[in-house]
């Protein structure tokens, strides 16, 4: 899938735990764990906006581009 989510390196750069975050932006645990494992199929922007609230961070930091190869 050509976009990942960089969920884990913003929460390392934070020193923030996955648990932290689910209860700051009132989103249940294994929702948002679906959302850092890059299992997540879409997100809406109310969530990505509340995320980037409590990280104090853009969304581009969150979510990235990588074409694939097309071999």
């Known amino acids: 899938m ?3 989510v960089n969920l884990d ?3 390392a750069k ?3 735990q996955l648990s932290e975050l689910a209860e ?3 989103i249940t ?3 948002l ?3 850092k494992t890059g299992k997540a199929k879409a997100v809406r922007f109310s969530t990505l906006e509340a ?3 409590a990280l104090n961070c ?3 930091d969150i979510l990235e581009f990588v074409p694939e190869n097309n071999k």
């Open 58 to 60: 853009q969304p581009g």
């Open 33 to 35: 764990s679906i959302l």
């Open 9 to 11: 390196v913003m929460l």
């Open 51 to 53: 995320i980037c609230e």
């Open 14 to 16: 934070r020193k923030m």
């Open 29 to 31: 645990l294994p929702n």
């Open 2 to 4: 050509p976009i990942i």
């Open 24 to 26: 700051k932006v009132d």
